[in-house]
Every structure is written in structure tokens, then in C-alpha cells.
């Protein structure tokens, strides 16, 4: 009985020392792992080949076809390799829809982001500080506020990153507050936009401007003559490190 027990006892002990990878079942499960690794990187060998000879079909047909559709192809091909980005890309990029499209993309982004700093004690501290003495830009109402709204023209949602105030033609455009003029730049035939920084990564931005009246690099104080406006809509915008704010709720009344 006790020969029968050890014997029983030593034969475990063998099996304990076994390495798992020379037991049957874990053998199994192994090759069957390789196996399946071994299938799915063949299958995908197979299909990048595939897909190989039919752009080399593809593009061999358009070389030497003579159907007049596939020469007009061989032509744009051939000038788009041969053209400057300036004249293809460029074009795509700098257009008004894609510009429009990037911006929208970029502000819904950032919406969420700008909602939760902008109600953040330490941010409404510095913008407060800086727009203390802030006036008005312009004698005149609110046309149109910041946020998101319906475009009458194309009937879609845009984000409207500043206000519209309303004024009369000619009326003089004053500086929001103290700060050094970082942009004058011609952005029509006859509009101009100035920009201001006023530290800290705030900065006013004015559009739809004539007769402009400071230079870039000149320091301005709150209430100093920018420009005269064009036509009766001022565009304004302040931004934070970037980011739109609502001008309104960084202007004192």
C-alpha cells in the first residue's frame, strides 16, 4: 500500500515538472494559434497583391489606351505631376469652400474646450483685468452676436466667431483697450483689418476698416483712433491664445 501511494505520489510530481509547453493540450492551443497567425498574414499578403495588379491593370490601360477619355486622363495626370503645388493643391486648399469647411471643423472642435476655460475663475480674472477700461469700438448696436447660428445665404450652421456692431459710414474705430498693433493688412479692395495684442495671449482683431490710422509696432490706449469704418458693419473679434471669446462678455458696459 505504501509502494502503491509513493509510486502515485512520484508520478504527480513528474507531471508538476513538466514544462507546460510539453503538455498536450498547451501544444494544441499553440499550433493552432500559428496556425491562425499564419493564415490571417497570408490572406493579407494575397489581398495587398491583388490589389497591386489591378492598379498595374489600371494604370497600364490608361497608358496605352487610345480612347479619347483615357488620353484627356493621361493629359491631367501628367500636368498634375508636372505642376506645382501652387497650381494644384494650393488651389483646393486656398479656395473659399475648403477654408470655410476647416474653419467650422476647427471651431466645433474647440467649442467644448473654449465653453470650459471660459467659466473658469482664473480665466475671467485675466480678461477682466486686461478689458477693465475697455469702450466701445464703435457708436452703434449689436447686428449679429457670437456663437452658432443660421447663415441666411447658404441656409447651414456656421460659427460666427465675434459680433457685428452696426455704425455709421466713416464713424472713427477705437482701440478696446491698451496694447501694440501686430497687423494692418489689406483683407478686401478697400477693407483693411487690424489686430491688437494686449498681452497675456489676448488680442482684438477689428474688420471692414478705411482710412487706417496706426502702424504696426505703434503702442495704442483704450479709446485711441484706429481707423475710420467702411460702410456701416464693423467685425469684431477678440481671441485668447487663439481661441474665439464672446467680446461681450468681456466688455464693459
Not at 457670437?146 to 459710414?169: C, M, S
Not at 472713427?172 to 489689406?186: D, K, M, Q, W, Y
Amino acid at each position: 500500500m505504501f509502494n502503491r501511494t509513493q509510486n502515485f505520489l512520484k508520478n504527480e510530481l513528474e507531471t508538476l515538472e513538466t514544462p507546460l509547453l510539453e503538455l498536450p493540450e498547451i501544444k494544441e492551443e499553440v499550433v493552432v494559434a500559428e496556425k491562425e497567425i499564419r493564415v490571417k498574414w497570408m490572406t493579407r499578403l494575397i489581398e495587398q497583391i491583388v490589389i497591386a495588379i489591378i492598379c498595374m491593370f489600371i494604370l497600364s490601360a490608361i497608358v496605352h489606351s487610345q480612347h479619347p477619355w483615357m488620353k484627356w486622363a493621361r493629359v491631367r495626370i501628367h500636368l498634375a505631376i508636372n505642376a506645382s503645388s501652387q497650381n494644384t493643391f494650393a488651389i483646393i486648399y486656398n479656395s473659399v469652400v475648403m477654408k470655410k469647411f476647416l474653419n467650422s471643423c476647427s471651431s466645433l472642435i474647440r467649442f467644448k474646450e473654449i465653453t470650459q476655460e471660459a467659466s473658469s475663475p482664473a480665466y475671467r480674472e485675466r480678461g477682466t483685468e486686461l478689458f477693465r477700461n475697455a469702450v466701445w469700438p464703435v457708436e452703434g448696436s449689436v447686428a449679429r452676436g457670437y456663437g452658432w447660428q443660421n447663415n441666411p445665404d447658404t441656409h447651414l450652421r456656421e460659427f460666427f466667431p465675434g459680433v457685428e456692431i452696426t455704425g455709421k459710414p466713416k464713424a472713427e474705430v477705437l482701440a478696446l483697450a491698451n496694447g501694440e498693433i501686430t497687423r494692418v493688412s489689406r483683407v478686401a479692395q478697400d477693407s483693411w483689418e487690424i489686430m491688437i495684442d494686449h498681452g497675456l495671449g489676448w488680442v482684438s482683431i477689428y474688420q471692414n476698416l478705411n482710412q487706417v490710422k496706426v502702424s504696426v509696432g505703434q503702442k495704442v490706449v483704450s479709446g485711441m483712433v484706429l481707423a475710420s469704418l467702411k460702410g456701416e458693419r464693423l467685425l469684431l473679434e477678440i481671441r485668447y491664445y487663439e481661441r474665439p471669446i464672446d467680446p461681450l462678455s468681456m466688455l464693459v458696459s
